[in-house]
Structures are given as C-alpha cells and as structure tokens.
C-alpha cells in the first residue's frame, strides 16, 4: 500500500489528452514539492516534472504537472505511442522522514 | 553528464550480507544529498535510505532500519548500501540516485543492481 495512491492504469488514442493523478495527505503533498518520473520497460525513472510544475531541459511540453492541496494531477498532450509506460509521482513526507512514491500508473496508448 | 554506476548486486542467501556501490561523475558530488530506492520485480518504487552531503543527515525506511547502513566517500565520489540480515522481501533492483537541490527527491538515477535473495 503506497503512501501516495495513484491509479493502476490510464490509457488513451494518438493526440489525446490524459491525466494521470496522485493524492497524499498534508505530510507530504500537502506541504512538499510534487516529482513525476517516467520509466519505460527495463530501464530506470527519468524525470518528468519537479516541483509541482517544473520540466528538466529536453522534456516536452507536452508534459504538465499541477498541485492542488494534497493533489496532483500530470497531463500529457498529443499522446504518442512512444508515451507507453510507467508513471510515477513522488513527494518527500514530514512525518515519515523519507520520500514516498505512488504506486505507479501504466499508461496504455491504444 | 551526470552518470551513476550502480555494483555489487548479485545472488545471496537469506541472513546473508551485501554491500552495494554506486560510483558517480559528472557533478560534484560532494554538494549534493543522495538516495538509495528499489523496484521489487514487476512492483513499484520504494525509497530505502538518504543521506544528506556532508552525512551528517541519514534517514531509513522502516522495512529496512537496523539492517541497512548508508554511507558515503565524497572524496572518491562514491555512494554506498552496506545490507545485513538479508530477507527475500529484499529482493529487487537497488538505484542510487542523486536528489535534486534543495529537496531530497532524485532527478538523476542509475541503471539499478539487482539484488536477489534466495536459497
């Protein structure tokens, strides 16, 4: 049971929108920068988003992020098959001491 | 190029010991925290272990406290997962990962160790 509760799945068609969201509590999403990562089959997380709402250089734009409360949403636009993979949030935790992760959700591009 | 080389994984009984080591470039290592965090077959990520800068700041997860010792070598740029007391549940992909200023979240990872625990 992950701290941060993602959905299992997502899916969507090429040049759809999805969003993929990921709910905490005020330990941690609540008072604490929101991270996304992506990982594609067989290889390590690359990150996606940092805080909250932040893209690394040479991450599309197509990617988004959000926080809300103890919410977060990632958007990504003009789906593409290349997108298929896990995705996970995370965010560190003030009662925990540590960083807590979601349980990852599988994006499926149809 | 920020590059981390994850080592020292392999085979070992439960009970057994394992000490990982993650070597890193790129950057200047001795300015940023790190962490330790695993992937359990076909499970999701699990953080286990962070270690600020300096060392002076060290935190474990529960599934892992009194077994597990971090530690680092700024001056050989080098990360490391000493593993006592080894159980199956320990079984997974080990990824250093180097944590994004001033958070103790990771930007960068390796490419993992896979650490496997069986008789």
């Known amino acids: 049971q992950s701290v941060l509760t993602q959905p299992p799945s997502a899916s969507g068609t090429p040049g759809q929108r999805v969003t993929i969201s990921c709910s905490g509590s005020?330990?941690?999403?609540?008072?604490?920068?929101v991270y996304w990562y992506q990982q594609l089959p067989g290889t390590a997380p690359k990150l996606l988003i940092y805080?909250?709402?932040q893209r690394p250089s040479g991450v599309p734009d197509r990617f988004s992020g959000s926080k809300s409360g103890t919410s977060a949403s990632l958007a990504i636009s003009g789906l593409r098959s290349e997108d298929e993979a896990d995705y996970y949030c995370a965010a560190w935790d003030d009662s925990l001491r540590g960083v807590v992760f979601g349980g990852g959700t599988k994006l499926t591009v149809l | 190029e920020v590059q981390l080389v994850e080592s020292g994984g392999g085979l070992v009984q439960p009970g057994g010991s394992l000490r990982l080591s993650c070597a890193a470039s790129?950057?200047?290592?001795?300015?940023?925290?790190m962490n330790w965090v695993r992937q359990a077959p076909g499970k999701g990520l699990e953080w286990v272990s962070y270690?600020?800068?300096?060392?002076?700041?060290?935190y474990y997860a529960d599934s892992v406290k009194g077994r597990f010792t971090i530690s680092r070598d700024n001056a050989k740029n080098s990360l490391y997962l000493q593993m006592n007391s080894l159980r199956a549940e320990d079984t997974a992909v080990y990824y250093c990962a180097r944590n994004h200023l001033p958070t103790a979240i990771p930007d960068y990872w390796g490419q993992g160790t896979l650490v496997t625990v069986s008789s």
């Open positions: 270690t600020s800068s300096s060392s002076s700041t060290i």
């Open positions: 005020s330990s941690n999403i609540g008072s604490n920068y």
């Open positions: 790129g950057f200047t290592f001795s300015a940023y925290s």
């Open positions: 805080s909250n709402n």
